[in-house]
């Protein structure tokens, strides 16, 4: 049984994922995309997917890394707590321009946070005002059933735009080849 699944607007075709040529998502223009990173093979397949999209579609792209304040663990004083984030959100900056740069892209913004990853994701997507949040998923099948991680379930739930979560499975094998093509709706 082939799959095929349609995303808010995104549809996944076996290997081509497919969009509206007019960049709409239920009929709202998407013209800034927001793309969640951390350092997780889920992360760099939506990186992927997110400036391919963006690339076809011609959107402003941002991306949003989180330093996870409750994962923060300095051995002894409270003192090294403040060098620790900031080596953390360092290496968040780096892992952005990376992104941007592996995948063609000149032109962006970019925003590190330290606090609840789907706090933050949540707050830089509103602020920002996205049309699209594109984020990674860990999750998997399990028992004929779809499970997201805990901050993609809530950024999913409470998202003030659509969200396109993208599993490590789901890189393109050819991401130039992504292509648009027109929508047909009912009327």
Not at 8 to 13: E, I, P, W
Not at 140 to 153: I, P, T, W
Request: hydrophobic content about 40%; proline content about 5%.
């Amino acid at each position: 049984m082939k799959k095929s699944i349609r995303v808010r607007g995104v549809s996944k075709l076996r290997r081509q994922p497919t969009a509206q040529t007019d960049g709409r998502i239920h009929g709202h223009p998407v013209r800034r995309m927001l793309i969640a990173l951390d350092a997780s093979p889920a992360a760099a397949c939506a990186a992927q997917m997110g400036f391919a999209l963006a690339s076809r579609l011609a959107t402003s792209v941002a991306m949003v890394h989180v330093v996870d304040s409750s994962r923060i663990m300095v051995g002894g004083t409270p003192a090294g707590v403040p060098e620790a984030i900031d080596d953390l959100r360092s290496r968040g900056r780096l892992l952005c321009q990376e992104m941007a740069h592996r995948h063609g892209r000149k032109k962006y913004e970019m925003f590190v946070m330290v606090g609840s990853p789907s706090v933050e994701i949540l707050a830089t997507a509103a602020r920002w005002k996205a049309d699209l949040l594109v984020m990674g998923s860990h999750g998997g099948a399990r028992s004929g059933r779809f499970f997201l991680g805990s901050n993609v379930e809530t950024v999913i739930r409470e998202a003030p735009c659509p969200v396109l979560a993208v599993g490590p499975q789901d890189c393109l094998a050819h991401p130039n080849r992504i292509r648009a093509r027109r929508v047909r709706t009912r009327r």
